[in-house]
Structures are given as C-alpha cells and as structure tokens.
C-alpha cells in the first residue's frame, strides 16, 4: 500500500500526523541545510520504529537536537549525549544519537566542500537509488537503504513520495 493510499484511508475528519505530514513535508524539496539535517535525524530513528513514532516526536527532536543547527550538534560533548540518551521525548539509543553527531560533522565538511549540504546532494543528482546508498554509506553513519531511499524520496531527491493521481503529487510537479 502506498503513503497516499493510507492516508487517504485515514477518517478525515479527525486530525492525524501521517496527513499533515503527507501533505505539506513528505516529498517537498528541502534546500536548507538545516532542515535536510534534521530529516536525515528523524529517517535514521524511525529504524526499527513506525513512523508514527516519529511524527509524533518530531518538535521534541528538533528541540533536543537544537533545532537541527547542523554547527551546534557537531560541537556536542559527553555532556550532549548524555542529556539526549535521558530525553523521554526522543528515540533514547546511544548508536542513533552518535550518528546524528557524526553526520553533523560530516556535513560541514560537505559544507565546507561544496558549500552546502544541498549542494553535495545535487551534485550527485540524478542517479539510481542504489548508488545513492553507496555513497551515503561512504559518507554518513547508520544509513542502510531504507533509511537512504526515505530521506531522499520525503526531501525530493528521488521519485515515488505521491501517487500521480494524489493532489500534492500535482502540487509537488506545480513547485518545480
């Protein structure tokens, strides 16, 4: 079953955080730093989780993580991680909270590179998922090829986020 399929299939009338997610982030083109950054944060801990998990927690990530502030998350300490690994607000797993610290290291030295997160990833546009695997195992920590294929699909990068026949698909298409 597709996101759209599901979420359509969702009562509409009560309010839900796959819709709200489906129709104005899931697929939509990020080109701030920041913003991809934080995506990326919430892709590697729904690993092993539903989405849903996710999306509920996600103001309490993007207040964990300082709201995503790619150069405050690469300076954090012992101190840093402790306080994540305490915060019942967030995916409390020692492997998923380095990960987010070592990939904010390593894209300021993509920024540092090409100018921008942004930029390294366009860099790279287009090309097939499976290299985009490879060279995000290259580059990131904990990025297996779900993870990789849902950050890239929910920021623009890769085709597939909507149905053709689902509105935002069309809103999407409109956008670009």
């Not at 079953?1 to 899931?26: E, G, I, K, W």
């Not at 920041?34 to 801990?45: K, M, S, V």
């Given at each position: 079953?597709?996101?759209?399929?599901?979420?359509?299939?969702?009562?509409?009338?009560?309010?839900?955080?796959?819709?709200?997610?489906?129709?104005?982030?899931?697929?939509?083109?990020?080109d701030d730093d920041?913003?991809?950054?934080?995506?990326?944060?919430?892709?590697?801990?729904q690993a092993g989780l539903s989405w849903t998990t996710i999306l509920n927690k996600q103001e309490n990530f993007r207040r964990a993580y300082h709201q995503f502030d790619i150069d405050t998350v690469a300076a954090y300490s012992d101190a840093d991680v402790a306080r994540l690994l305490?915060?019942?607000?967030?995916?409390?797993?020692?492997?998923?909270?380095?990960?987010?610290?070592?990939?904010?290291?390593?894209?300021?030295?993509?920024?540092?590179?090409?100018?921008?997160?942004?930029?390294w990833l366009a860099r790279h546009h287009p090309q097939p998922k499976e290299a985009w695997v490879k060279l995000f195992k290259k580059t990131f920590r904990f990025t297996g090829g779900?993870?990789?294929?849902?950050?890239?699909?929910?920021?623009?990068?890769?085709?597939?986020?909507?149905?053709?026949d689902c509105p935002v698909y069309q809103r999407i298409a409109g956008l670009r």
């Open positions: 079953m597709s996101y759209c399929t599901f979420v359509n299939a969702l009562p509409p009338d009560q309010p839900n955080v796959h819709r709200h997610y489906h129709d104005h982030q899931y697929g939509f083109a990020l920041n913003e991809l950054f934080g995506r990326l944060i919430l892709e590697i801990n305490q915060d019942a607000g967030i995916i409390r797993n020692r492997l998923k909270v380095n990960a987010a610290i070592e990939n904010a290291r390593s894209i300021q030295r993509l920024q540092q590179e090409f100018g921008s997160f942004h930029n779900e993870i990789v294929n849902e950050f890239l699909m929910s920021t623009g990068w890769l085709p597939g986020a909507h149905d053709p």
